[in-house]
């Protein structure tokens, strides 16, 4: 079974409007961290947020939230305000236990901002 | 600081041909990973490293190898390269074990194998 499910491959966002991309996740273990990581056309892979399996509340961070629903296992990211350089590969990805040493990562979804 | 860095940033090789990805990292992190990225595949680990003189197989290890002999390099090698590891490799590194420890990337190599 797939560790990490991303079930949008394109996505097309008018800028200015808010964004959700979806990311579902599969684990049995209580402790883990969920990640999302931003592509750009460049190819870098640069880390936007995180959430662990034993917050509270939500991350945020800047215009980035993460929408995290324990019960439904899914770690759905919102980019509000969405700018053109928003335009990139967005990948969900999850560690698990104290003790993971892998990364799990999804197929990614390309997301294009419209001007 | 540097962060993670990757030699070469592009290589082709010939089928049959053998090949070392460098990865060095300046974070002293004790966790580095390889990855291979293909299109609608997002990224698979290949092999990844918890420390020095360590190293272990990831989901697709065939075809590569790895050492770690200096805690701050993890290298890749391409024994007899084939046309399927014509893929984009990344390199990373993580701090800890926490499960709040992100990894940080390296900037990639794109490896063509004709």
């Known amino acids: 079974a797939q560790k990490i499910t991303q079930t949008q491959p394109g996505m097309f966002v008018q800028e200015k409007e808010a964004v959700t991309l979806d990311c579902t996740y599969d684990?049995?273990?209580?402790?883990?961290?969920l990640f999302w990581y931003k592509q750009p056309s460049s190819g870098e892979m640069i880390f936007l947020i995180y959430?662990?399996?034993?917050?509270?509340q939500n991350a945020t961070e800047g215009r980035y939230s993460l929408n995290f629903q324990k019960a439904r296992k899914s770690a759905n990211l919102v980019i509000s305000a969405s700018q053109l350089g928003d335009s990139a590969m967005y990948f969900c990805a999850m560690r698990e236990g104290w003790a993971g040493n892998q990364f799990y990562f999804g197929t990614g979804t390309s997301l294009t901002v419209i001007p | 600081n540097a962060g993670v860095t990757q030699t070469p940033k592009f290589r082709v090789l010939k089928t049959g041909q053998s090949m070392t990805l460098l990865c060095a990292q300046d974070m002293n992190h004790e966790y580095m990973y390889w990855y291979r990225q293909d299109p609608g595949m997002g990224l698979r680990l290949i092999h990844y490293s918890v420390g020095e003189g360590t190293t272990a197989k990831g989901e697709v290890p065939d075809g590569y190898n790895v050492s770690r002999l200096k805690k701050q390099n993890f290298l890749l090698g391409l024994e007899s390269a084939a046309p399927s590891q014509t893929s984009v490799y990344f390199c990373?590194?993580?701090?800890?074990?926490?499960?709040?420890?992100?990894?940080?990337f390296g900037p990639g190599t794109r490896l063509t194998v004709l």
């Open positions: 959430q662990g399996s034993y917050d509270q």
């Open positions: 684990t049995s273990d209580p402790s883990y961290g």
């Open positions: 990373a590194s993580s701090y800890g074990l926490a499960d709040y420890n992100e990894q940080f």
